[in-house]
């Protein structure tokens, strides 16, 4: 390190100073803080039988992690499942990031190196057991051939061969170099589940004990001799572009190094923080604003609704449509979802050290590879001469995904020789997101003798996927877009799904925690209460009727209706609400309890939510996501909306892009089902839950036909009409 050293937020808060880099978590995790460098992924002399496992003659088990860690607790769960089918000791493991590289860590479900869409457990779990246990295998042979014995002798426990006949015992640092020389073993049998010994126990989160005394590290923590800090301004109108930039004051201010004058922003490099903040506010910008400096949030609702009026390419249909919505008790309902920024609690940065012919990246991205190709381009060097240091995330939530804030910081750090962090301030993150999209889901139903027999259900709505993931766009279809509108839980004997690219003007879109089952769950499960009310019965009735093919949702239901307390007597203007969903491959069953006073303002009162994710990995994480994600829907269901006008955000900061706060948050139980089955996505499907159980709730406590989001006040308060 340099002789200068420059007090850190977590060294204000800890009284020491920030001096290393995230180089490797241990347990307990632990942050290293020797070399600013990602460590590399060294097998020689190590027993390395495949991508994710890593053993040395010290019986050093190291754990590659193909997953990020943004919160979700994802390198517990994975290093829970790779220790189980290794039988490795549990107490002697150390889990590192995974270098960028599809080859060896793509996700299955994606088909490239990415943390999202609650896929990294239900995706990584048999590939993973089948590596644990293939190296166990290998250990064991290893043993077996010392001992001149029949491997099927051999046991293995908490990192060591046993052969029980006679006694002996290995371990496998004893045995790595020897179990290298092994072929591996083709289709090892896995564990029977009832054979786990970490697999569904609470154990506890390896990243907490070092969140919590400051030692862990995220991208903007990273700390590099030499290095500046940059601040920038991006054009405020989708689109636009730098016309003019006077930066006389700016430079004259103390502790500012450069400006960067980019295609559609400006930077100003600063000895730190506060001196690259200021010099950015001194500048005087001319920006071309283009042609969507007219675009509001008025006209993006027209070309929404203009486009939903329209056919849109069938996704699934079952029966005759046609003649069960000509019959029957009629229903017909639009729901309509605004966009949405992340506002992780860790803003938007990237450090980057550019050279004439490298790149070097120390962020926390949920696409390594992605970032790596990309920051190639802009740097202009080979793709295997860029580095990217992966860090743990402050937050996701899908705003990682992208790589544009990586992008930017290359080209800033391209004008200097030396290393530049780029960090965006709350306003620029909030106000230059890639958004949740805008939605737009119309319903057709009829009841027939009190139970829906037909469904006709249209999504209109950006398709992320066209853009993100081309090839999973196929025929006009977005799949995220139609995920839990396709595979509704209900018997609906008569069954149509559309969709409706539609676009809106300028905004850019992408995925947001919840991605496609946000919108979806919200309009059926609204839907369905608004069906239960036609139909003249009870909304937890209603539902049971209809999920007789589904004994998983049913089970969850009832099992949600007990434990709420469901059905009996409430004050007046409190109501509760249900919500039934399949999202992730995992089921879930919420009821909130919230009262709505005179003015129309919300006091929630109570959360309940069973659900069976399958066999739960551990179920403190699942529980702690489900709580998570439900404070992150109800957030947005109560407050969340981002608006346009004259092509600029109009919100900034959570003071006008508000978030739950402790004492507006509820008790909240959450109930995980045992289950047998192979374990579904958890870390989203909470946030899908919350606002369609609010909605109904709001429904049974005042009357009021809410259709859209955010909660509006008005229509609640006494003497006011929906």
């Not at 042609?291 to 609704?305: F, V």
């Not at 249209?458 to 279809?477: C, D, H, N």
């Not at 007789?548 to 409430?570: F, H, I, M, Y």
């Not at 009357?703 to 009409?721: N, Q, S």
Request: glycine content about 10%; hydrophobic content about 45%; proline content about 6%.
């Amino acid at each position: 390190m340099n002789a200068h050293h420059s007090v850190s937020r977590r060294a204000l808060l800890t009284g020491g100073l920030a001096t290393g880099f995230l180089l490797a978590f241990h347990l307990p995790l632990r942050a290293a803080v020797n070399e600013p460098v990602q460590p590399k992924d060294v097998t020689d002399g190590k027993f390395a039988p495949n991508a994710f496992i890593r053993i040395d003659e010290t019986g050093r088990t190291v754990l590659m992690m193909p997953q990020v860690e943004m919160g979700q607790g994802v390198y517990t769960s994975i290093s829970m499942i790779i220790a189980e089918e290794l039988d490795a000791d549990w107490a002697k493991v150390e889990v590192l990031h995974a270098p960028p590289d599809d080859k060896l860590y793509a996700n299955p479900a994606f088909g490239l190196q990415a943390t999202g869409g609650s896929t990294s457990i239900r995706a990584w779990w048999k590939p993973l057991r089948a590596a644990g246990a293939t190296a166990r295998a290998m250990l064991v042979q290893a043993a077996a051939a010392r001992w001149g014995v029949d491997p099927a002798s051999c046991t293995a426990s908490k990192g060591e061969v046993i052969h029980a006949a006679s006694g002996r015992k290995l371990g496998y640092g004893a045995l790595a170099l020897a179990a290298q020389g092994q072929t591996p073993p083709k289709d090892v049998p896995v564990k029977d589940p009832k054979d786990f010994v970490l697999i569904g126990q609470p154990l506890k989160r390896l990243d907490t004990p070092d969140k919590v005394n400051g030692k862990a590290v995220y991208g903007i923590d990273a700390i590099l001799p030499g290095m500046k800090i940059a601040a920038i301004a991006n054009c405020p109108v989708f689109g636009g572009k730098v016309g003019k930039v006077d930066d006389s004051a700016a430079v004259k201010i103390a502790g500012v190094r450069k400006v960067v004058v980019l295609d559609d922003a400006v930077a100003v490099i600063g000895d730190h923080m506060w001196a690259a903040k200021k010099g950015l506010e001194a500048l005087k910008i001319e920006w071309n604003e283009g042609a969507n400096a007219g675009i509001s949030t008025r006209d993006i609702w027209q070309n929404l609704r203009d486009a939903s009026a329209k056919d849109g390419v069938v996704a699934k249909s079952t029966g005759d449509i046609a003649k069960a919505l000509a019959s029957g008790d009629k229903f017909e309902a639009a729901y309509e979802l605004p966009f949405l920024a992340h506002a992780s609690m860790e803003p938007i940065n990237a450090t980057v050290r550019v050279t004439k012919d490298s790149c070097e990246i120390w962020t926390g991205t949920q696409i390594m590879t992605r970032v790596q190709s990309e920051a190639a381009k802009a740097a202009g060097v080979p793709l295997d001469k860029v580095i990217v240091n992966q860090h743990l995330l402050g937050g996701g939530f899908g705003r990682k995904l992208e790589p544009d804030m990586v992008v930017a910081a290359v080209k800033i750090a391209r004008q200097v020789d030396y290393p530049v962090k780029v960090i965006w301030t709350r306003e620029e993150d909030i106000q230059h997101d890639v958004y949740r999209p805008v939605y737009r889901d119309q319903i057709a139903a009829s009841l027939v003798d009190g139970k829906v027999s037909g469904w006709k259900y249209k999504v209109a709505g950006s398709a992320v996927l066209a853009r993100w993931l081309p090839p999973a766009f196929q025929k006009g279809i977005d799949i995220d877009a139609i995920d839990a509108a396709v595979d509704a839980p209900y018997d609906f004997a008569n069954f149509h799904v559309e969709y409706v690219r539609a676009e809106p003007p300028a905004v850019p879109t992408g995925f947001w925690r919840g991605v496609g089952p946000n919108n979806n769950v919200f309009a059926v499960e609204c839907a369905m209460d608004e069906l239960a009310r036609k139909a003249g019965k009870d909304p937890v009735e209603f539902r049971r009727s209809m999920l007789t093919k589904n004994p998983r949702a049913l089970a969850v239901l009832d099992l949600v209706a007990e434990k709420s307390g469901w059905g009996q007597p409430l004050p007046p203007r409190v109501g509760r609400g249900v919500c039934v969903q399949p999202s992730f491959a995992s089921f879930l069953a919420t009821v909130v309890e919230a009262e709505i006073d005179e003015l129309g303002e919300i006091t929630l009162r109570r959360i309940t939510s069973v659900v069976d994710t399958g066999i739960a990995v551990n179920p403190d994480t699942v529980k702690a996501q489900i709580e998570g994600g439900l404070i992150f829907g109800l957030t947005a269901a109560l407050y969340g909306e981002i608006t346009i006008e004259k092509g600029r955000v109009q919100q900034s900061n959570f003071h006008d892009y508000r978030m739950m706060r402790i004492n507006e948050t509820p008790k909240i139980e959450v109930i995980v089902v045992k289950s047998g089955e192979a374990p579904g996505g958890i870390g989203e499907a909470g946030v899908n839950a919350g606002p369609p159980a609010l909605r109904n709730a709001i429904l049974a406590a005042t009357g009021v036909t809410l259709r859209r989001l955010p909660v509006d006040r008005k229509l609640l308060a006494v003497g006011k009409k929906a």
